[in-house]
């Protein structure tokens, strides 16, 4: 009897750049757009701690630190197409920190 390995899946991290397995990752999330907002909408962002959220994803490390390169970088405005404004880097900086403990 073989055993059958499971691949592991890898995401790159938005900060560092490495690649990590994915359950060591947090998942950033960009909500899909409403038809009804049009161009000019705020785009929803914000961290997926469970991995469920529907939406385009990117990756980060479960450090602040990696988040501030991310942003500082503008990674995430990148991978979603659209401006971020600070507020939500802020926001999703306290999550972290929060989640962190």
Excluded: H, N
Excluded at 25 to 49: F, M, N, Q
Excluded at 72 to 100: G, N, Q, T, W
Aim: net charge positive.
């Amino acid at each position: 009897m073989t055993l059958v390995k499971k691949k592991v899946p890898l995401r790159k991290c938005s900060g560092c750049g490495e690649m990590k397995p994915k359950r060591e990752l947090i998942r950033v999330v960009k909500a899909p757009d409403k038809p009804d907002e049009g161009e000019g909408a705020e785009a929803a962002v914000s961290l997926d701690l469970t991995g469920k959220k529907p939406g385009r994803g990117a990756y980060v490390c479960r450090s602040a630190e990696c988040l501030r390169l991310a942003r500082k970088a503008r990674r995430f405005e990148k991978s979603f197409s659209c401006r971020i404004p600070d507020s939500v880097y802020d926001s999703m900086e306290e999550e972290l920190k929060a989640s962190e403990q």
